[in-house]
């Protein structure tokens, strides 16, 4: 089971990456987006709640996050905080 975390959890934890003075807000919520989207467990979960109530929407035709720029590299670090099997 992958772990759960808040919205201000992640935001928290990525006040802390390197690069964070680099990112926008924009990138920042999407990758939060794409995170919560593919780790969610449920309705009940705090990741399908911070991905129901995200400021990012998606193009109609996107299903994943893209894997280049800065939102893609805070998705890792994402992954790799909280994304990991328990």
Known sequence: ???????DEMLEHLE???YISEASDFDIEE????????YHSGQDSNLYSVLSTSEYTPSPIQDTISKKGISYSLYLELVDTFGKVK
């Open 31 to 38: 990758a939060i987006y794409w995170f919560a989207y593919g």
């Open 1 to 7: 089971m992958h772990s759960d975390p808040t919205k």
């Open 16 to 18: 802390t990456w390197p």
